[in-house]
């Protein structure tokens, strides 16, 4: 994509942050593609029951979460194995945080 279309047009999230501060995440999303801002931060309310951030429209609304499949956790996945394919993409990673920007916590 980078072939056709100018870097600035690109917006990249880190998932992570998006989950852990989703607010945020979606001003800048609002800013980057020139519209409104249309949420508040009091619009995203913490389920301890989920494990994340889900969305309520009005205090009188119903809280909105993602399905039952989402915000599961990751399989335990041997050590062995994470480093091996770190090793493998370590290049790819670079390349990906230098493209986007982001410090991408899962690499370091």
Known sequence: WMRYFPREQFLFLDFDEFRARPYESLLALEDFVGVERSVTE????????????????????????????????????????????????VERNAGLEELSGLRLGWLH
């Open 42 to 89: 009091e619009q995203f309310v913490f389920s301890e029951e989920r494990g994340f951030y889900c969305f309520q429209q009005s205090p009188a609304a119903k809280l909105t979460c993602a399905g039952k499949d989402k915000g599961v956790p990751h399989p335990k996945v041997d050590q062995v194995v994470l480093d091996k394919l770190r090793s493998f993409y």
